[in-house]
């Protein structure tokens, strides 16, 4: 991954909201849109997981859903920014990863999901490491729901079929793909771990 993209100034919030939403700073009506795309028909459950985090915008609002939220993240200055914006909300954490595993146990999470990061993942084999971390540490039954965006990226191409077959291919039942489901170039693929 381009981590050094992500290594912002941990004093510079305007930066981080920049680099992660594009955005001078937080905006609640963009994080409501997001909401409303990620959590719509996933029940509320014990644990959630966002691949991609940052400072955890998204878990914040994840919050009202599970009662352990959790991201993971490649970029050391996002985890430090994490734990002051998070400071007011201790069931959320963001955990520092290396990009292709997740330090959890197997089975854990009722939920995961991830917005605008995969594409930015520089190899296929980044991409289906983080596919199969994802249905190592969601339980059975769990769901799990990715946005990407289909493009070339130094080498490999996603088209919606393409990439619901990197889900399959490691055990995913497939609930729904969707094209312009939040944004026309956005494609959402929705598993379930069986």
């Given at each position: 991954?381009?981590?050094?993209?992500?290594?912002?100034?941990?004093?510079?919030?305007?930066?981080?909201?920049?680099k992660?939403?594009?955005?001078?700073?937080?905006?609640?009506?963009?994080?409501?849109?997001?909401?409303?795309?990620?959590?719509?028909?996933?029940?509320?459950?014990?644990?959630?997981?966002?691949?991609?985090?940052?400072?955890?915008?998204?878990?914040?609002?994840?919050?009202?859903?599970?009662?352990?939220?959790?991201?993971?993240?490649?970029s050391?200055?996002?985890?430090?920014?994490?734990?002051?914006?998070?400071?007011?909300?201790?069931?959320?954490?963001?955990?520092l990863?290396?990009?292709?595993?997740?330090?959890?146990?197997?089975?854990?999470f009722?939920?995961?999901?991830?917005?605008?990061?995969?594409?930015?993942?520089?190899?296929?084999?980044?991409?289906?490491s983080?596919?199969?971390?994802?249905?190592?540490?969601?339980r059975?039954?769990?769901?799990?729901?990715?946005?990407?965006?289909?493009?070339?990226?130094?080498?490999?191409?996603?088209?919606?079929?393409?990439?619901w077959?990197?889900?399959?291919?490691?055990?995913?039942?497939?609930?729904?793909?969707?094209?312009g489901?939040?944004?026309?170039?956005h494609?959402?693929?929705?598993?379930?771990?069986?």
């Open positions: 991954m381009n981590k050094e993209w992500w290594d912002v100034d941990p004093t510079d919030w305007k930066a981080m909201w920049q992660t939403i594009g955005l001078d700073d937080e905006d609640p009506e963009e994080t409501q849109r997001n909401e409303d795309v990620i959590f719509e028909d996933i029940p509320p459950g014990r644990a959630v997981l966002e691949i991609g985090s940052g400072v955890g915008r998204l878990l914040k609002v994840a919050s009202k859903y599970f009662h352990t939220v959790r991201g993971v993240e490649i050391s200055p996002l985890v430090k920014m994490s734990k002051e914006y998070l400071g007011d909300a201790p069931q959320c954490r963001v955990v990863t290396d990009g292709y595993t997740f330090p959890f146990s197997d089975n854990v009722d939920f995961i999901f991830s917005l605008v990061v995969f594409h930015h993942m520089p190899t296929l084999e980044i991409v289906q983080n596919i199969r971390e994802a249905y190592r540490v969601l059975p039954g769990g769901l799990c729901r990715i946005q990407t965006i289909p493009r070339i990226n130094d080498g490999w191409h996603f088209t919606a079929e393409e990439f077959n990197e889900f399959e291919q490691v055990g995913f039942v497939k609930e729904k793909i969707e094209v489901r939040s944004h026309p170039s494609l959402w693929v929705t598993a379930r771990k069986s």
